[in-house]
């Protein structure tokens, strides 16, 4: 099992392992989007960018990067994640709308 602490909201979910970050904290009221992410999000697969959260703690706990954020998140830090990207494997901690 995986925690999942979205840190702006202090708030902790437990999800199974695999889970995808972007469902989790939907089915858990967390937003993810900014003004423009909630008009102009795609519905989570990987193609705007909107749904980018910034990882804390547990890096090492998630999914490999994939194709979509390699080229979305090249500008951002390098904690940066796509949450409809995301697969927790493990605790981790993560700011939404950075």
């Known amino acids: 099992?995986?925690?999942?602490?979205?840190?702006?909201?202090?708030?902790?979910?437990?999800?199974?392992?695999?889970?995808?970050?972007?469902?989790?904290?939907?089915?858990?009221?967390?937003?993810?989007y900014k003004v423009w992410g909630k008009?102009?999000?795609?519905?989570?697969?990987?193609?705007?960018?909107?749904?980018?959260?910034?990882?804390?703690?547990?890096?090492e706990n998630l999914s490999s990067l994939t194709n979509a954020e390699n080229r979305l998140l090249k500008k951002k830090p390098a904690n940066f994640r796509l949450a409809c990207q995301t697969l927790v494997n493990g605790p981790v901690s993560v700011v939404t709308k950075p």
Not at 12 to 28: H, Q, S
Not at 42 to 58: F, I, N, P, R
């Open 1 to 32: 099992m995986a925690n999942i602490k979205f840190v702006k909201e202090n708030k902790e979910v437990i999800a199974a392992d695999g889970a995808n970050l972007r469902l989790k904290a939907m089915e858990n009221g967390i937003d993810l």
């Open 39 to 59: 008009m102009m999000n795609c519905g989570g697969y990987g193609q705007c960018g909107t749904c980018a959260v910034e990882v804390t703690e547990g890096m």
